[in-house]
């Protein structure tokens, strides 16, 4: 007794795409689900090419899948994540989704009338609810990521990474050989400026501050919050000249405008220390940093708004502690 009766109601209401092609990849038979997601009738495409009724499919790929479920007489998958769709068909999520296509799992089965005559059958899965998902995963830990990496307030990086950051490029620079600077620099008389206007007014400095020195470096540069009103920037491939150069144009910078806050002006400056890698071994960076916290020191001492180098003779008690 045939099953046709059973078959034929089980494939036609169906959830998932079946269609099924002879060994000339010539369409014999697509479901309800596919016919009503195409827009193409059975009636309409029996016996022609796939090829021609489908013309976005990727043809070359889908040629060698067949031919070997044909002759390998083996089925065959793949996955959305490898290939987001075989057939374009569209999806019920046009909001959640990035992709106006149905994200699909996909089976490729072979398959042998009574008389012999062989067949491929592809069973088409809709898995955008999963592709969504992912989507909106990944989209989350970009966003942690990205959150763990930056200063809540100014937005420059915060100092963990920042200095995962500096560490890298000094082992960079050591290996090709090139030249590094250290710029360490912080808002002079911060605290003052704090008890006269509020940290409200104080975060208003550090936000502008960290705007315009941004607006000053390039792509390639580090730039990070260190400490409170202390910050960082890794110069790459940067000598000392350079460095000063770019330390100048930040402290005039920052010293010929005024921020304001709640109509009235808030004049600041800062004080900036300036050290070129010189040292070596696994901890050279933080040989870096100390020189650049010594430069920065003698800046404040010796009047602050101004650039202060690292002198070479202010080394020895620094490699000796490490």
């Known amino acids: 007794m045939s099953e046709d009766w059973l078959t034929g109601p089980i494939l036609e209401q169906l959830n998932s795409g079946v269609l099924v092609v002879d060994e000339q990849f010539q369409l014999v038979y697509l479901n309800t689900f596919l016919q009503r997601h195409s827009c193409v009738q059975l009636s309409d495409v029996k016996g022609k090419s796939l090829f021609k009724v489908f013309t976005d499919v990727p043809e070359a790929w889908l040629r060698r899948k067949f031919a070997s479920v044909l002759e390998l007489q083996s089925p065959s998958f793949s996955s959305w994540e490898q290939r987001q769709y075989v057939i374009k068909l569209p999806h019920l999520r046009p909001v959640t989704s990035s992709s106006q296509f149905m994200a699909q799992n996909c089976t490729m089965l072979p398959l042998s009338d009574p008389a012999g005559r062989r067949y491929v059958c592809l069973l088409i899965e809709d898995a955008t609810d999963a592709f969504v998902y992912q989507q909106h995963l990944q989209i989350t830990m970009q966003k942690l990521e990205h959150n763990n990496r930056i200063d809540g307030l100014t937005k420059a990086l915060n100092r963990r990474y920042w200095e995962e950051q500096l560490k890298l490029e000094v082992q960079?620079?050591?290996?090709?050989?090139?030249?590094?600077?250290?710029?360490?620099?912080?808002?002079?008389?911060?605290?003052?400026?704090?008890?006269?206007?509020?940290?409200?007014?104080?975060?208003?400095?550090?936000?502008?501050?960290?705007?315009?020195?941004?607006?000053?470096?390039?792509?390639?540069?580090?730039?990070?919050?260190?400490?409170?009103?202390?910050?960082?920037?890794?110069?790459?491939?940067?000598?000392?000249?350079?460095?000063?150069?770019?330390?100048?144009?930040?402290?005039?910078?920052?010293?010929?405008?005024?921020?304001?806050?709640?109509?009235?002006?808030?004049?600041?400056?800062?004080?900036?220390?300036?050290?070129?890698?010189?040292?070596?071994?696994?901890?050279a960076h933080e040989v870096l940093i100390g020189q650049a916290d010594i430069a920065l020191y003698n800046a404040k001492r010796d009047g602050r708004n101004r650039v202060v180098p690292f002198s070479a003779g202010e080394t020895e008690f620094l490699l000796k502690a490490n």
């Open 172 to 283: 960079r620079a050591q290996r090709y050989q090139q030249p590094l600077s250290l710029l360490l620099f912080d808002l002079d008389k911060f605290k003052q400026l704090n008890d006269q206007y509020g940290h409200l007014g104080g975060d208003s400095v550090l936000i502008e501050l960290t705007a315009r020195v941004r607006a000053l470096l390039r792509d390639t540069d580090w730039f990070g919050r260190y400490g409170g009103e202390e910050f960082g920037i890794v110069l790459t491939n940067t000598a000392l000249a350079g460095a000063m150069d770019v330390a100048e144009r930040i402290c005039l910078a920052v010293d010929s405008t005024a921020v304001t806050f709640h109509e009235q002006s808030i004049k600041t400056s800062v004080s900036i220390g300036v050290a070129q890698l010189d040292a070596t071994g696994e901890r």
